[in-house]
C-alpha cells in the first residue's frame, strides 16, 4: 500500500487546490435563475482578465479537444487551406483533426525539439501570393516536448507579410502558467481548457475570439451546432448559457481566477519560470538532457527529459510511482519510452517541485539509471536565490 500524498508530476491534469475543490463542493443551482448570472457573469469577465483581452470568452462544457473544434468549425470551410508547425505530439493530433474536417494543412514539418520557427512562417506567408492560407495554427506549450513557441514574432512575423491569414493559437498547458497576451499578440482564436494552469479538473473547453474571428464565422460553411460561438454569445450577454452548463465546475472556475488575480499574474508567471528553471538545474547536473534544445523556449509548465541510450523511460516512471507515490508525465507517440515529463504547473512551489525532484533522482538510483547524484541539491541552490520584484530575469539560470 502506497503511504502519503501522491505526487501528481505531469502536465495536466494538474492537481486541484484546496480552495478549488471547496468551491466545487455546492449544490447545483438553477441554470436559468439570477443567482446563476450572477456566476455566469463572474466567469465570463474573469476569464477574459486571464486571456488579457477585452473581447468574447466563449466557455464549452468539454475538454481540450472540443476547444480545438471549435476554433475551426468557427472560422474554416471544407477546402480551406492552413499552416501549421510539427511541434510535437498535440500539433500532430491537431492536424488530424482540421483534415477529418476537410481542411487543406500545410504542415511543416519539425523535430518535437523546438517550436514553432516565425522565419519559417513568414517564409511560406510570403509565397503566398494568392491568399489561399486562411489560417496559421501554432500550438504555445507543446505539452509532449516541453518547447514554447513564440507568439509574439510569429504575430510579427505575420505582420510583415501583410498576409490576412487568421492566427490560431492553443493555448491549453500555457494559459495561466505562461506568459500569454491574446489581444496584445493579435490572436484571433485563443483555445484553452480547464486542467492546466487554470488547476480544475478536466470538463471546460474555452475559446477566446478576435473580431476578425466572428466576421469570418459568419461566412465560413462548415456545419456546427454545440460549438456555435453566435449561439453561446447571445445568452452570455446575460451571464447565460444556451445549454446546461457545468455549474459545479464553474464554481471552482470563479475560485481559481481569484487564485490567480491574488497572487497577480506577473507573479504568477515569474514563479513557473523559477520553479522550471530550477528543474533544469537539476536535469542537468545528473547529466541528462532536456528534450527542448533552445533555450529562449524552455517550457515554464514542464520538462521533458531524455533517458540515456538502452533504458525505456516507461519502466523508470514506474519504478518512481512504484516506490515513491508519484507520477510523472510519459513520452508521447514519437518520443514513447524515449522521455519522461516533470510537470511543474499550477498549484506548484519549491517546496513541492523539490520533493517532485528527490523522487526522481532516488528513482534513477534505483532503476540503475546513469546519472550524478546531487541534482536536488543543484535545484536547491537555485531557488536559494532570493527573486526580486516580479522576475526571475535577474538570478543567474544554473544548469540553463
Same mark, same amino acid.
Given at each position: 500500500?502506497?503511504?502519503?500524498?501522491?505526487?501528481?508530476?505531469?502536465?495536466?491534469?494538474?492537481?486541484?487546490?484546496?480552495?478549488?475543490?471547496?468551491?466545487?463542493?455546492?449544490?447545483?443551482?438553477?441554470?436559468?435563475?439570477?443567482?446563476?448570472?450572477?456566476?455566469?457573469?463572474?466567469?465570463?469577465?474573469? $476569464?477574459?482578465?486571464?486571456?488579457?483581452?477585452?473581447?468574447?470568452?466563449?466557455?464549452?462544457?468539454?475538454?481540450?479537444?472540443?476547444?480545438?473544434?471549435?476554433?475551426?468549425?468557427?472560422?474554416?470551410?471544407?477546402?480551406?487551406?492552413?499552416?501549421?508547425?510539427?511541434?510535437?505530439?498535440?500539433?500532430?493530433?491537431?492536424?488530424?483533426?482540421?483534415?477529418?474536417?476537410?481542411?487543406?494543412?500545410?504542415?511543416?514539418?519539425?523535430?518535437?525539439?523546438?517550436?514553432?520557427?516565425?522565419?519559417?512562417?513568414?517564409?511560406?506567408?510570403?509565397?503566398?501570393?494568392?491568399?489561399?492560407?486562411?489560417?496559421?495554427?501554432?500550438?504555445?506549450?507543446?505539452?509532449?516536448?516541453? @518547447?514554447?513557441?513564440?507568439?509574439?514574432?510569429?504575430?510579427?512575423?505575420?505582420?510583415?507579410?501583410?498576409?490576412?491569414?487568421?492566427?490560431?493559437?492553443?493555448?491549453? $498547458?500555457?494559459?495561466?502558467?505562461?506568459?500569454?497576451?491574446?489581444?496584445?499578440?493579435?490572436?484571433?482564436?485563443?483555445?484553452?481548457?480547464?486542467?492546466?494552469?487554470?488547476?480544475?479538473?478536466?470538463?471546460?473547453?474555452?475559446?477566446?475570439?478576435?473580431?476578425? @474571428?466572428?466576421?469570418?464565422?459568419?461566412?465560413?460553411?462548415?456545419?456546427? $451546432?454545440?460549438?456555435?460561438?453566435?449561439?453561446?454569445?447571445?445568452? #452570455?450577454?446575460?451571464?447565460?448559457?444556451?445549454?446546461?452548463?457545468?455549474?459545479?465546475?464553474?464554481?471552482?472556475?470563479?475560485?481559481?481566477?481569484?487564485?490567480?488575480?491574488?497572487?497577480?499574474?506577473?507573479?504568477?508567471?515569474?514563479?513557473?519560470?523559477?520553479?522550471?528553471?530550477?528543474?533544469?538545474?537539476? &536535469? #542537468?547536473?545528473?547529466?541528462?538532457?532536456?528534450?527542448?534544445?533552445?533555450?529562449?523556449?524552455?517550457?515554464?509548465?514542464?520538462? @521533458?527529459?531524455?533517458?540515456?541510450?538502452?533504458?525505456?523511460?516507461?519502466?523508470?516512471?514506474? &519504478?518512481?510511482?512504484?516506490?515513491?507515490?508519484? $507520477?510523472?508525465?510519459?513520452?508521447?507517440?514519437?518520443?514513447?519510452?524515449?522521455?519522461?515529463?516533470?510537470?511543474?504547473?499550477?498549484?506548484? #512551489?519549491?517546496?513541492?517541485?523539490?520533493?517532485?525532484?528527490?523522487?526522481?533522482?532516488?528513482?534513477?538510483?534505483?532503476?540503475?539509471?546513469?546519472?550524478?547524484?546531487?541534482?536536488?541539491?543543484?535545484?536547491?541552490?537555485?531557488?536559494?536565490?532570493?527573486?526580486?520584484?516580479?522576475?526571475?530575469?535577474?538570478?543567474?539560470? &544554473?544548469?540553463?
Amino acid at each position: 500500500m502506497r503511504q502519503g500524498r501522491h505526487f501528481l508530476q505531469i502536465p495536466g491534469p494538474s492537481p486541484v487546490p484546496d480552495r478549488v475543490l471547496r468551491a466545487m463542493d455546492m449544490p447545483v443551482i438553477d441554470h436559468r435563475s439570477a443567482q446563476f448570472a450572477e456566476l455566469g457573469r463572474a466567469v465570463l469577465e474573469g $476569464s477574459q482578465r486571464i486571456f488579457q483581452t477585452a473581447g468574447p470568452v466563449v466557455i464549452f462544457p468539454s475538454s481540450g479537444t472540443g476547444a480545438w473544434e471549435a476554433a475551426i468549425v468557427n472560422t474554416l470551410s471544407p477546402g480551406d487551406k492552413v499552416l501549421m508547425v510539427e511541434t510535437g505530439h498535440f500539433a500532430t493530433l491537431w492536424r488530424h483533426m482540421a483534415g477529418r474536417f476537410g481542411i487543406e494543412v500545410d504542415f511543416i514539418a519539425g523535430d518535437w525539439r523546438r517550436g514553432a520557427d516565425p522565419a519559417q512562417i513568414e517564409a511560406r506567408l510570403a509565397e503566398d501570393a494568392a491568399h489561399a492560407i486562411k489560417a496559421v495554427m501554432v500550438v504555445h506549450n507543446e505539452t509532449s516536448t516541453g @518547447a514554447t513557441s513564440r507568439i509574439a514574432e510569429i504575430r510579427a512575423a505575420i505582420d510583415r507579410t501583410g498576409h490576412p491569414a487568421l492566427l490560431m493559437v492553443d493555448t491549453i $498547458s500555457s494559459l495561466g502558467s505562461i506568459d500569454y497576451r491574446h489581444e496584445d499578440w493579435k490572436v484571433d482564436v485563443s483555445v484553452g481548457c480547464s486542467q492546466k494552469g487554470f488547476m480544475l479538473p478536466p470538463g471546460l473547453g474555452f475559446n477566446a475570439i478576435s473580431d476578425k @474571428a466572428r466576421a469570418a464565422a459568419r461566412t465560413n460553411r462548415m456545419p456546427r $451546432s454545440y460549438f456555435d460561438w453566435e449561439e453561446m454569445l447571445k445568452p #452570455n450577454a446575460k451571464g447565460f448559457f444556451p445549454y446546461t452548463p457545468a455549474t459545479n465546475l464553474l464554481y471552482g472556475l470563479r475560485e481559481a481566477i481569484a487564485m490567480l488575480l491574488e497572487e497577480g499574474l506577473d507573479n504568477v508567471f515569474a514563479r513557473h519560470q523559477r520553479l522550471a528553471a530550477a528543474t533544469r538545474a537539476a &536535469v #542537468n547536473h545528473w547529466g541528462l538532457e532536456v528534450l527542448c534544445q533552445e533555450p529562449r523556449e524552455y517550457s515554464p509548465v514542464l520538462t @521533458a527529459v531524455l533517458m540515456p541510450p538502452g533504458h525505456d523511460a516507461d519502466q523508470f516512471r514506474q &519504478v518512481v510511482l512504484d516506490n515513491y507515490n508519484m $507520477s510523472l508525465g510519459a513520452g508521447l507517440s514519437k518520443v514513447a519510452g524515449k522521455v519522461f515529463r516533470i510537470g511543474h504547473l499550477g498549484e506548484c #512551489n519549491e517546496l513541492t517541485l523539490l520533493g517532485a525532484l528527490t523522487g526522481v533522482e532516488m528513482g534513477l538510483s534505483v532503476a540503475g539509471v546513469p546519472h550524478r547524484p546531487g541534482g536536488v541539491d543543484a535545484a536547491m541552490k537555485y531557488l536559494e536565490q532570493r527573486p526580486q520584484g516580479n522576475s526571475p530575469a535577474h538570478l543567474k539560470v &544554473v544548469g540553463s
